[in-house]
């Protein structure tokens, strides 16, 4: 699983216990993974479709910096399924897990649209699957 994007848990981004808000991790984790669904399927034109049981392991507080890593583990004819783990940067506490995670591929009149894909490319980072850090 590739950890690339990181969040610094602000103020705001807290619940009244003190804690990081669900919502707003959910909220960072499928724009993550829209993203990167974006990105493999080549189409800005992608959908959440589902998101399985979210499994809150720990919690952030002011000042932890997080990391979220997205998986793609199925490419179905027009969807692309990921799993995720968000977890701490420093101590790499798991803080959420999330098994499954489906977008689907839309043409242009928002119709589910077979996107030709079978496995992850990485080219748009400009490495090599193997040189991956």
Same mark, same amino acid.
């Given at each position: ?97 999330? *098994? ?6 839309? *043409? ?26």
């Amino acid at each position: 699983m590739n950890f690339y994007t990181r969040k610094w848990i602000k103020p705001e981004d807290l619940n009244p216990n003190g804690s990081l808000f669900g919502g707003t991790l959910l909220r960072w984790i499928d724009e993550e993974a829209v993203i990167y669904a974006i990105v493999q399927l080549e189409n800005p034109n992608i959908v959440t479709k589902y998101i399985s049981e979210i499994n809150f392991v720990s919690s952030a507080r002011t000042g932890d910096i997080i990391e979220m890593g997205i998986e793609a583990i199925d490419f179905g004819r027009t969807s692309l399924t990921m799993r995720c783990e968000v977890r701490n940067k420093i101590t790499r506490k798991t803080i959420l897990s999330i *098994d499954k995670l489906v977008f689907v591929n839309l *043409d242009e009149n928002g119709t589910p649209s077979p996107h030709g894909k079978t496995e992850i490319h990485y080219n748009y980072l400009g490495i090599e699957p193997d040189k991956r850090d």
